[in-house]
């Protein structure tokens, strides 16, 4: 289970996976803000199963996981911004809301709560 922030007013939003966190801040930016992704980024991007072994292999480009081959950074959390389908990695859910407050507010121009916020631990 992971938990993030919505990255304008600060509610939790709780789920278990890339394209289930993705919904549930999709389904809470429509209801709470408005805000509606031109298109279903889901059905146009294909999602990734929960898999931290596959994000470092895929992190660092190479292709088959190498069985027993140590994990390094973990980088085990991702997220798809509900709005234009750009993906974020992090090793937690508040390293992905970090991600998503800067990515709202720079790239879709959303006014967010700001980044200096304490981290919630
Ligand atoms: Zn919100
Ligand atoms: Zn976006």
Do not use: Y
Not at 30 to 58: F, G, Y
Not at 104 to 113: A, E, L, N, P, Y
């Amino acid at each position: 289970m992971t938990a993030i922030r919505c990255p304008i007013c600060d509610t939790f939003v709780n789920a278990d996976g890339e394209a289930a966190l993705t919904v549930m801040l999709r389904e809470h930016l429509s209801s709470a803000h408005n805000l509606r992704p031109s298109s279903d980024v889901l059905s146009s991007k294909e999602t990734l199963p929960h898999s931290p072994q596959l994000w470092e292999e895929m992190k660092r480009g190479s292709v088959p996981p190498r069985e027993g081959g140590e994990v390094g950074e973990d980088v085990s959390e991702s997220i798809l911004c509900p709005l234009c389908g750009d993906r974020f990695f992090g090793h937690d859910g508040e390293d992905l809301t970090q991600h998503l407050i800067a990515h709202f507010q720079d790239d879709h121009g959303i006014k967010t709560r700001g980044r200096s916020l304490t981290l919630v631990r």
